[in-house]
């Protein structure tokens, strides 16, 4: 064989074979000049110029430090995008995101008749769970939608204050939303009157921690008031009104100064309520005002669309009549005017039926008088059980004929309105009615009249001097911190609490004293207390210390399962200190463990008082002491700081 026959083409395949793999390294590093080009285009476009492309044959190796594990994702998408995502290597970092500030943690709950709904972003490390089940606690059967989110980042300053805060307020009320960002909770609610208006108000304000920004913004519905009324008087004293409801601003102004130009002196304001029967109630009694004061005086009563003109006994016939027919052509659509000139009665020589209630502030009632039948006597009897619940009821009564029709209702009427007041007297004739005494509800005298109107009719004659005295106002009477903690002191007097022997478990026979102060507490919303634990000198320092700190912790817990507000209090275990008594003796050192409450005084102030110490009036030099303890202790707290190792 010869030898060119081999060589030739074994020539001719390596001159292929070299051909085929310089194409190959050609194609190869075209394709891959192209990819680097494509994928760094991308990036360049979405803004990623912290991500460097490098080609490794038919791979792409993305490498750099992606600012968050976000944008990282993003760069490594974006190139798979351009090519194959199984040719992209990831070499990414992610820089460190402990510089990285945390996100804006809130929360906004939302509450009403159908449920709660609670969304958000919360700490990853606050117990959920807890708190959606508190929230659960609170909306009782009805659901609780919970779309919250968390985050692993620290826990703000004031997170817990303003949480702690914004489910009490939640609790309180049940048409609200409520929204907590870390010290500041925004509250916007509905509440059904006015006066529960005032009571909300006091309640969070007081129970509010020092350190968070409260908003408050509760509205009260207008009142509606059914007969929708207004009785003015105008007799030797001047004008006055017992009852003045108007539908808008401009029509309480009318109104009031109309009476103003008919003699009233006094300052007067109109409630604003819901019910009026036109829209031209303002004029209609306005024009009424006026005819009362040009015949010289009398009762003006308009009660819905019927007005009552009743004048002075001896009022001219003429000028009443005169005066009578021009208010009634000059009234409004839809109102109607009953005008009465009265006549001297002729007294009898017994003088005029009476049946008297009164009231004692003792809550004794009295009824006495004159009665139609024995159904009317039982009949006042069980109403005034009734109306008065278990006060010691005293009958006085007589059955006598020939009495005024209508008798019944007055009497009846008479009773419920003696049921407006603290103490005081009804005396019902057959002509008038005259209610006496004094109330701790401002508007009394209102709805005493309009309670008459309604009952009797808006002719009716009566007198309502009621005095309104802030002492038997339950929101005004109020007691103030200084009280409440004069009231524990009381309390605990002659107990105290108790544990069981080396622990935080409160003893039993405590746990009835524990009840007692609870009572107290749930009546004084803007408490802001400290409670203080100490212990006897036996045992480490330490050990003492924290031992105190669970047991103030466990009588905080124990007040919280009792319903009392505890979001102003705050517990303090000071151990060993502030001994009240000798630690050598056995009797000293069980004086010496004890609990102590404590105002936490505003900022500045320096001195705390203990409920003992409310009830003794410790003198000056005692006081000065106790106050610089209770500065040393406040020194020692902050330096250990809020959490504190169970024992």
């Not at 009026?276 to 669309?305: F, H, K, Q």
């Amino acid at each position: 064989m010869r030898l060119s026959t081999i060589l030739i083409p074994a020539l001719a395949f390596l001159i292929a074979a070299v051909t085929s793999v310089f194409a190959a390294r050609v194609a190869v590093s075209a394709v891959e000049s192209r990819s680097v080009i494509g994928v760094r285009s991308a990036l360049a476009d979405e803004g990623i110029a912290w991500a460097n492309v490098l080609g490794d044959g038919l791979q792409l190796v993305l490498e750099g430090e992606a600012p968050s594990e976000a944008l990282r994702f993003r760069a490594i998408s974006l190139a798979g995008t351009v090519v194959d995502a199984s040719r992209v290597i990831d070499n990414l970092s992610v820089a460190d995101i402990a510089g990285i500030a945390p996100p804006d943690f809130a929360i906004e709950i939302l509450r009403n008749d159908v449920g709660i709904s609670l969304i958000g972003l919360m700490p990853a490390s606050e117990d959920r769970d807890a708190l959606v089940a508190e929230i659960q606690e609170i909306a009782g059967d009805k659901p609780v939608t919970d779309l919250l989110e968390v985050a692993d980042y620290a826990v703000p300053a004031d997170w817990g204050d303003s949480v702690a805060f914004a489910l009490d307020a939640l609790d309180r009320l049940p048409r609200s939303k409520v929204s907590v960002v870390p010290g500041r909770v925004s509250v916007t609610a509905i509440s059904d009157s006015v006066q529960q208006k005032r009571v909300l108000e006091i309640e969070l304000a007081g129970a509010a921690p020092p350190e968070v920004r409260v908003a408050l913004d509760i509205a009260a519905p207008r009142p509606v008031i059914s007969p929708f009324t207004v009785r003015f008087i105008l007799d030797e004293a001047g004008g006055r009104f017992t009852a003045c409801a108007a539908d808008t601003e401009e029509a309480a102004n009318r109104i009031i100064s109309a009476a103003a130009a008919a003699g009233m002196q006094n300052r007067a304001s109109c409630v604003l309520a819901l019910g009026v029967p036109s829209t031209t109630w303002g004029e209609a009694v306005d024009l009424s005002i006026g005819a009362l004061a040009e015949i010289g005086g009398g009762t003006l009563t308009v009660s819905d669309a019927d007005i009552s003109l009743v004048a002075r006994e001896g009022t001219a016939e003429g000028l009443f009549e005169r005066v009578a027919g021009e208010l009634e052509n000059a009234l409004p659509e839809v109102f109607a005017l009953e005008a009465v000139l009265p006549r001297p009665p002729e007294a009898g020589a017994e003088g005029p039926p009476q049946f008297v209630a009164t009231l004692s502030p003792e809550g004794l009632v009295q009824l006495r008088g004159r009665v139609s039948d024995d159904l009317l006597n039982t009949t006042a009897e069980n109403f005034a059980r009734a109306q008065f619940g278990e006060a010691d009821i005293t009958m006085g009564t007589r059955v006598t004929d020939g009495l005024p029709a209508g008798w019944t209702v007055r009497v009846l009427a008479g009773i419920a309105a003696l049921g407006e007041l603290s103490n005081g007297a009804v005396v019902v004739e057959p002509d008038s009615v005259a209610i006496t005494g004094k109330t701790g509800n401002p508007d009394a005298t209102a709805e005493i009249s309009r309670l008459l109107i309604d009952k009797l009719g808006p002719t009716a004659e009566f007198e309502i001097e009621v005095e309104y005295v802030e002492a038997l106002d339950p929101i005004a009477a109020l007691p103030t911190p200084e009280e409440c903690l004069e009231q524990i002191g009381i309390v605990t007097g002659a107990r105290k609490i108790t544990f069981d022997p080396g622990s935080a478990t409160i003893a039993g026979d405590a746990l009835a004293l524990v009840d007692d102060i609870a009572e107290v507490l749930r009546r004084c919303p803007e408490l802001r207390i400290e409670i203080a634990g100490f212990t006897d000198a036996q045992g480490s320092e330490g050990g003492n210390l924290r031992l105190s700190q669970q047991r103030s912790e466990a009588v905080l817990t124990a007040l919280r399962t009792r319903r009392v507000p505890t979001s102003t209090f705050r517990a303090v275990g000071y151990g060993e200190a502030d001994p009240i008594a000798d630690n050598e003796t056995e009797e000293g050192r069980e004086a010496n463990r004890r609990i102590e409450f404590r105002l936490i005084q505003p900022e500045g102030a320096v001195e705390e008082m203990t409920g003992l110490e409310a009830v003794e009036a410790a003198p000056a030099e005692e006081a000065a002491e106790t106050a610089e303890a209770a500065e040393t202790a406040e020194t020692e707290e902050a330096g250990e700081g809020e959490g504190t190792e169970s024992e």
